[in-house]
């Protein structure tokens, strides 16, 4: 492998590597949106609640926290195929790049 093939693959490393970074920053930031904007909710739906309408707020509750769960979950797992696929071709056109050079 030449110099020029070795840095191509390791800047195409490198970009991945950032990215995997900045992907982890903002899973955790939308964890946290989430836990705040669901402390909210539960909250409004709990202050909401009076004697005859326990159940009517129970029920808001769990409605919410599981809506909460599956948009949370589908966000990750849209982001970890998204770094994934992105990862791939990344490291693919590196490749790419490194077999297209003319022989020394």
């Known amino acids: 492998m030449s110099q020029d093939s070795e840095a191509v693959l390791r800047n195409s ?3 991945v590597d950032r990215f995997r970074r900045r992907t982890i920053a903002g899973i955790a930031a939308l964890f946290v ?7 909210s ?3 409004a739906a ?7 309408s326990a159940f009517a707020g ?9 809506l909460a769960q599956m948009l949370f979950l589908t966000v990750c797992t849209v982001i970890v195929a998204g770094y994934i696929t992105r990862m791939t071709k ?3 056109r590196a490749l790419e790049l ?3 050079e003319p022989p020394e």
């Open 90 to 92: 990344t490291i693919l």
């Open 58 to 66: 129970q029920t808001k509750v769990l409605f919410t926290s599981v």
């Open 46 to 52: 709990v202050s909401g609640m009076t004697e005859r």
């Open 41 to 43: 909710l539960m909250g």
């Open 98 to 100: 490194m077999s297209k």
């Open 13 to 15: 490393l490198d970009a």
């Open 33 to 39: 949106v989430i836990i705040v904007v669901l402390g």
